[in-house]
């Protein structure tokens, strides 16, 4: 694992950016898929694997739990090693939350299961009580004890669960109670289950290794328990908020890009509101082309979970925004205090003011570059999308943050035509 170094990106802005772009595969698709692997003892190909910070952590998880893992130009090759662990270590869950989503996958396999319990983010407080619940539904012993979450149980039993909690839909909670069940007897219904693009693909996964899975992508899966999961080759969808991110882009810029590798079917509320604000998106096959050249209209968000406006495209929206003359409103639902990048984006001129879960943007046309500091994944994708447009110099520092979601950033907006570099530590 690279350590944790403190680069930053320096962005000259002004450049409208055109060209063509093309997404990776999705991060918070590979995370669950790699974790459903330990639930089988034989081979399994994952194509599509963005190279990240966070996918190479879910590598290290795996291989800390028994699997030897061989990564090589977006495709990972699992095979069973010789011991097992049931163990996932605080080390590591610390460093990526998503890796709680290895519970339900050891106690379906193992039948028992000690998961650091994961601590909150700079996003909020992360709670978990959807995963427990729906694994004691399907007959675990859940324990916390010493900052740890144990599962134990002698056989699964199918069971009809409901997921929603006071904020919608849990996309990992779904993950971790859909891949218990899978190896549990008899049948789950798992109502209000999250309908997240990445949780189908996850089921799409189990399916080809032998799960019985339907209603996926929709509020209720259901789940007819197997008893044994062999091997499977899979490709990983495009990541979709790689790709609003770069729609983003085109807008804030006022540029001409072709995004490739796309599914605009995942993408439906972002692609709504920038046509909302005057821009057309062109949809190719599976491509989409965003040209923006006049001045966008101010327009208000609301997050909800799929196929709400995506809370992970929020921040990145809110700079949008920011550079957007007239008054608009960003409502957070999912995550009330995901605003870290507000103060940073008010250091560069912007005027946002917080009033609880909303953000009040008094867009105006010109930011300031100045040295901005990125705090989690989508603030700092939102902190280099004002760099973008922003007068003179913007620094980004630590964009450890950046790269734990987004493969070569720099690197695929260079190729844009934006002047960005990166400034080793
Ligand atoms: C997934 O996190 C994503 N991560 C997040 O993306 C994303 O923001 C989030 O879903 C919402 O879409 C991965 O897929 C790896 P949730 P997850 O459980 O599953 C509350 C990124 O930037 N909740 O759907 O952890 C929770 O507090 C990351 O790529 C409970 O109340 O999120 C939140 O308010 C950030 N109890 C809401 O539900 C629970 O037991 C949705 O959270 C679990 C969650």
């Known amino acids: 694992?690279?350590?944790?170094?403190?680069?930053?990106?320096?962005?000259?802005?002004?450049?409208?950016?055109?060209?063509?772009?093309?997404?990776?595969?999705?991060?918070?698709?590979?995370?669950?898929?790699?974790?459903?692997?330990?639930?089988?003892?034989?081979?399994?190909?994952?194509?599509?694997?963005?190279?990240?910070?966070?996918?190479?952590?879910?590598?290290?998880?795996?291989?800390?739990?028994?699997?030897?893992?061989?990564?090589?130009?977006?495709?990972?090759?699992?095979?069973?090693?010789?011991?097992?662990?049931?163990?996932?270590?605080?080390?590591?869950?610390?460093?990526?939350?998503?890796?709680?989503?290895?519970?339900?996958?050891?106690?379906?396999?193992?039948?028992?299961?000690?998961?650091?319990?994961?601590?909150?983010?700079?996003?909020?407080?992360?709670?978990?009580?959807?995963?427990?619940?729906?694994?004691?539904?399907?007959?675990?012993?859940?324990?916390?004890?010493?900052?740890?979450?144990?599962?134990?149980?002698d056989s699964l039993k199918g069971n009809l669960i409901y997921l929603g909690g006071v904020f919608g839909s849990s996309v990992l909670a779904t993950d971790n109670v859909m891949m218990a069940a899978v190896l549990a007897r008899g049948k789950t219904t798992i109502e209000s289950a999250a309908c997240e693009p990445e949780v189908a693909d996850l089921a799409e996964f189990l399916i080809k290794m032998g799960a019985e899975i339907s209603g996926h992508g929709t509020p209720v899966i259901e789940i007819e328990g197997v008893k044994h999961l062999h091997g499977a080759e899979h490709r990983i969808i495009p990541d979709r908020i790689e790709a609003g991110t770069f729609i983003l882009a085109s807008l804030i810029t006022r540029g001409d890009i072709t995004i490739k590798n796309v599914l605009s079917q995942h993408l439906g509320a972002l692609i709504d509101k920038v046509q909302e604000a005057g821009v057309q998106v062109r949809r190719m096959d599976s491509s989409l082309r965003v040209s923006c050249r006049r001045q966008i209209k101010p327009v208000n968000i609301t997050t909800l979970p799929f196929p709400g406006f995506p809370t992970d495209m929020q921040a990145q929206f809110t700079s949008l925004m920011s550079v957007t003359p007239g008054i608009s409103v960003v409502t957070e639902k999912i995550y009330p205090d995901r605003f870290m990048h507000v103060a940073e984006l008010n250091r560069m001129g912007a005027n946002i003011?917080?009033?609880?879960?909303?953000?009040?943007?008094?867009?105006?046309?010109?930011?300031?570059?100045?040295?901005?500091?990125?705090?989690?994944?989508?603030?700092?994708?939102?902190?280099?999308?004002?760099?973008?447009?922003?007068?003179?110099?913007?620094?980004?520092?630590?964009?450890?943050?950046?790269?734990?979601?987004?493969?070569?950033?720099?690197k695929k907006l260079e190729e844009l035509g934006a002047r960005i570099k990166k400034d080793k530590e």
């Open 353 to 410: 003011q917080r009033e609880g879960p909303h953000a009040i943007i008094s867009g105006n046309k010109d930011l300031s570059g100045a040295v901005v500091m990125a705090s989690d994944l989508r603030a700092s994708a939102s902190l280099v999308l004002a760099g973008l447009i922003a007068k003179g110099k913007t620094t980004v520092t630590r964009i450890y943050h950046l790269e734990r979601g987004y493969e070569n950033m720099e």
């Open 1 to 153: 694992m690279r350590s944790l170094n403190m680069d930053k990106l320096v962005i000259e802005g002004g450049v409208a950016l055109k060209g063509e772009v093309s997404i990776s595969g999705a991060k918070n698709s590979a995370l669950p898929i790699l974790a459903a692997t330990l639930m089988t003892d034989d081979a399994c190909i994952i194509k599509g694997i963005p190279e990240l910070r966070d996918t190479e952590t879910m590598f290290k998880i795996l291989r800390t739990l028994g699997k030897n893992v061989e990564f090589d130009r977006g495709i990972a090759t699992v095979t069973s090693g010789r011991r097992k662990s049931h163990i996932a270590d605080y080390e590591l869950v610390s460093k990526m939350r998503a890796s709680f989503c290895v519970l339900g996958p050891l106690l379906a396999k193992l039948k028992k299961a000690k998961v650091s319990y994961p601590g909150g983010c700079v996003i909020g407080i992360r709670p978990v009580d959807l995963h427990i619940k729906g694994l004691k539904a399907l007959g675990a012993d859940i324990d916390i004890d010493a900052g740890y979450i144990s599962a134990s149980a």
